[in-house]
């Protein structure tokens, strides 16, 4: 029996996670949830799972959830801020975190799991994109599991050889490259002169995927793959030359797996993140998931092609920031989340994303941070760059 807590309940992997472990209530008991400021969400979940705790983002949340759940009879117990969400990490009777807030804001919820020795699985990129080495020693030090969620990752994960899996060199396993797969998002074959004109719902409307607002602008950038990118050479102790990004619109390979005889091994399945979901909480066992397997008599032909960075500048930047280090990542990873929050509130347009994301690592992609202090300086650093350009729009 795992004991569970979920970050980022409200969210599309959060729902997802809680929708595989009520099919398997003998193996997972659910502890607690976290949903940010979303209240409504909060109330239907803890009267649906009755966890024993909830955690809001800030007191007022909070106390608006407690007074709503005791107006129901319910007696689920709400935390709020950053020390509630650390408590729900760390508590001893927690065996298993799913890490789904997105952005910069999990990482040190993230972070405190790896140190109380959890089972992690990740979902949330920014603990890696942002703290990388931090992270991962973390994790090694204290005995912690990391299985990763995003699906590339998983599938990546589920195609190496086990000897990788327990953090084994590439190459000793006969590893010759990591083929990343990304559909290339809602605009995949769009005019360069209508970028201009794109509208938050176009980029939300992503062709495959059902995901939250930010990952779905990420994904129409790609730079969602560049951060999954700098991700893959994180987890998979990978050189920049051992990873390649392949379009495959279809979303039906996840991401493949290229062998030194000439193998090529590919996890494929339906675009629905219960799968690795269920992965994750499973390993090195297998449950279901809820989601049916592929029909190869229903499905059409698969195509795939090298992205063009041209259309696709983000995932250039990120790219060029994996090379450049951990100060790069950071740094990026801040910028992009403001101009995604901007975009979406119709602030800027789609195509200054990138040109605010590349301003910011020319201003401060050289720094090398050290401690976590360093790494949160230098994020909130990065906010303000970005924000001061918005502002000269």
Same mark, same amino acid.
Request: charged share 15%; glycine share 6%.
């Given at each position: ?98 890490? =789904? ?103 939300? =409307? ?13 994904? =129409? ?173």
């Amino acid at each position: 029996m795992q004991t569970i807590t979920i970050l980022g309940a409200t969210g599309s992997i959060g729902l997802s996670t809680l929708d595989v472990i009520k099919r398997h209530p003998e193996k997972f008991d659910l502890y607690a949830i976290t949903g940010n400021t979303n209240v409504s969400g909060m109330v239907k979940l803890c009267q649906q799972y009755q966890p024993q705790i909830a955690v809001m983002a800030d007191e007022q949340s909070a106390q608006t959830l407690q007074h709503e759940l005791k107006s129901l009879g319910s007696n689920v117990n709400v935390l709020a801020g950053t020390d509630g969400l650390l408590q729900v990490c760390s508590d001893p009777k927690v065996t298993t975190v799913m890490a =789904a807030i997105v952005g910069a804001a999990g990482l040190q919820p993230t972070l405190t799991a790896a140190k109380h020795s959890k089972r992690i699985l990740l979902a949330n990129k920014e603990a890696l994109v942002m703290s990388g080495e931090l992270f991962l020693s973390a994790v090694a030090e204290n005995n912690a599991i990391l299985l990763p969620v995003d699906s590339e990752h998983n599938a990546i994960f589920q195609a190496m050889p086990s000897s990788v899996q327990k953090g084994g060199a590439l190459k000793e396993a006969g590893v010759e490259k990591i083929l990343l797969t990304g559909s290339g998002g809602p605009f995949l074959t769009k005019s360069l002169t209508e970028f201009a004109n794109i509208t938050p719902e176009m980029a939300v =409307a992503h062709p495959n995927w059902s995901m939250g607002a930010k990952i779905s602008v990420d994904s =129409a950038t790609m730079m969602n793959k560049g951060l999954e990118f700098i991700e893959a050479k994180l987890l998979f102790n990978a050189s920049f030359e051992q990873i390649d990004v392949v379009i495959h619109p279809q979303s039906i390979i996840h991401s493949m797996v290229s062998y030194s005889d000439g193998s090529v091994l590919a996890q494929m399945g339906q675009p629905d993140m219960r799968i690795p979901i269920a992965h994750t909480l499973s390993f090195p066992d297998r449950i279901a998931s809820g989601v049916k397997p592929l029909d190869f008599t229903q499905l059409a032909d698969f195509s795939f092609c090298a992205p063009d960075l041209s259309r696709f500048p983000n995932l250039d930047l990120a790219l060029q920031a994996s090379k450049l280090g951990q100060g790069a990542t950071t740094v990026l990873n801040a910028s992009n989340e403001i101009a995604v929050s901007h975009f979406l509130n119709r602030e800027i347009p789609f195509n200054k994303i990138a040109a605010l994301n590349e301003y910011c690592l020319e201003q401060l992609g050289t720094v090398s941070p050290t401690t976590l202090d360093d790494i949160l300086n230098l994020d909130q650093q990065a906010r303000e760059v970005a924000t001061g350009f918005i502002a000269k729009l």
